[in-house]
């Protein structure tokens, strides 16, 4: 048996995320179905991290085990030509350590977020960006965002079905800077609660438009519960970029 690591890009729009579910589409269920068409084995897929439904990945890594003697280049096209039509692409393919785990051994996870700030509706980016028509305060959401950048307890950002033990997170970074006319917000921690960058940039939206001042983010983390939070952000502005490993 080989131990592959996949690293994966695909559009979030069809799927109800990564996870296999029995309601709708998955992106799991979409790579083990074309494993299987082309090994002929039973093959469970495991991703660096679970994404919602609707959210993209730029470079999600992911692993699965394999009895049939392939090259990594023959993998790789092999899946990417039994992933048609599913928009997933495999980007590379390489056979890892028998006890390397997509999501156990990875070390840092990254995401983007992306938020049109135009007044035109999206076109070519649409169920690719949030559009918030007004112009946002960088400066602010900058002010904010640093206030829940080290370790908390992020209860306010955690969805009520997060099935992490703890609350308690260390965000690494959250860093919001104007590309042209729109607006991005970079995170980065070992790992996040369901629904914690989300829900983060829902209320540095609020912030931007002056909805919230810069220190209410501040008052919100404090207050550990979900009630306070302002705003969850939809889900197709989200990217998972990268999974980091030792």
């Not at 960006?129 to 602010?140: F, K, N, Q, S, T």
């Not at 860093?175 to 609660?193: K, M, P, Q, T």
Request: charged fraction near 25%; include cysteine; hydrophobic fraction near 40%.
């Amino acid at each position: 048996m080989t131990r592959w690591k996949l690293i994966l890009e695909w559009d979030g729009g069809p799927f109800m995320g990564w996870q296999r579910q029995y309601h709708g589409p998955s992106v799991q269920a979409a790579l083990e179905r074309a494993a299987a068409a082309m090994t002929g084995e039973e093959v469970t897929a495991y991703a660096a991290g679970r994404t919602d439904a609707g959210v993209h990945a730029l470079g999600m890594a992911a692993h699965l085990q394999l009895a049939k003697q392939l090259t990594p280049d023959r993998l790789r096209e092999g899946l990417n030509a039994l992933l048609r039509p599913d928009p997933v692409a495999v980007l590379s393919a390489e056979p890892v350590a028998d006890d390397w785990h997509a999501r156990f051994s990875c070390t840092g996870r990254r995401y983007l977020y992306r938020i049109a700030n135009r007044r035109g509706l999206l076109t070519l980016d649409r169920g690719r960006a949030w559009r918030i028509g007004p112009e946002l305060d960088v400066p602010a959401m900058a002010k904010a965002a640093a206030m829940l950048v080290g370790r908390h307890d992020f209860t306010t950002f955690r969805s009520v079905h997060c099935q992490s033990d703890s609350p308690l997170k260390t965000l690494d970074r959250l860093d919001v800077e104007r590309v042209g006319d729109e607006v991005h917000i970079h995170a980065a921690a070992r790992s996040f609660l369901h629904h914690q960058v989300r829900s983060m940039i829902g209320c540095l939206a609020l912030v931007g438009r002056g909805q919230w001042r810069p220190d209410q983010m501040r008052d919100a983390l404090e207050a550990r519960d979900r009630s306070a939070l302002g705003l969850n952000a939809p889900p197709e502005g989200l990217y998972f970029v990268e999974a980091l490993y030792p």
